[in-house]
């Protein structure tokens, strides 16, 4: 049985689901390797525009499966003691920054706990909506390591701000799907029966746009979240537009308005 399933509801969408429910999705390492393997073949799928991260079963993700008895990531066969530990680490964290690279918007749709690594994953992800049983924690620092892992330092305080997310990590409290609307982690409640079907809404409505504005959308936001002025922000957004405007989608958007029709994107391959 697959730890990552991989399904495609539509051609333009693609659906990870982590797969371990009798262990609430917790990351194994073997789940991890599966996790970067559908990653690397989705980098490069021109034909998928949005990906919806989930968890089977009556959970998103545990965090980190301390019962596996693997311990030690495939990247790390040959080494011992701190450096094997260093390469597990880095072979974890990794997946933070290659979901926020990927060219497709990615929804995580989170279906009950959402803890530590787990949260970590969703905070990684473009956009989230959660079920009406979602929960989530930031719990590292009940285990006794730094609260601080899996980019999370980095993701949670661009969302929710850095005094919330202080105390989110440094507490490691939970917190349910109202408040996660509230402070702005999640955009939507779904229920817990319909919260795939308002991820494929989403998604469908995102695949209503030109796919190459979509993907340099995404990663002008991810580049201006750093940026170090308002200066450098405008200059990228205005070389994004102009590059955008140049490969035929906004004539034909223009075209469609006129017409009163929908636009009929054509994604030529040519994605960053």
Known sequence: MPLIDVSRPNPAVTVLTLNRPERLNALSYALVEELHAALTELEYDNSCRVVI????????????????????????????GPAAGMRTQEYI????????????????????PA??????????????????????GVQFVKVGVSGCDIGISYTLPRLIGAGRATELITTAREFDATEAER????TRIAPDDELLDAALELARTLCNHSPFALSMTKQVLAANSSAGSVDAAIALENRTQILAGTGGEFAEAAAAFIERRQPAWVDTGDRP
């Open 53 to 80: 991260l989930t968890g089977a079963g009556r959970g998103f993700s545990a965090g980190l499966d301390l019962k596996d008895s693997t311990h030690v990531a495939p990247t790390a066969a040959g080494l011992t």
């Open 93 to 112: 964290a990794s997946l933070v920054p290659r979901l926020q690279r990927l060219p497709q918007t990615v929804i995580a749709a989170v279906n009950g």
């Open 115 to 136: 803890f530590g690594g787990g949260l970590a994953l969703a905070a990684a992800c473009d956009l989230r909506i959660a079920g009406a049983s979602a929960r989530f």
């Open 183 to 186: 402070i702005g982690f999640v």
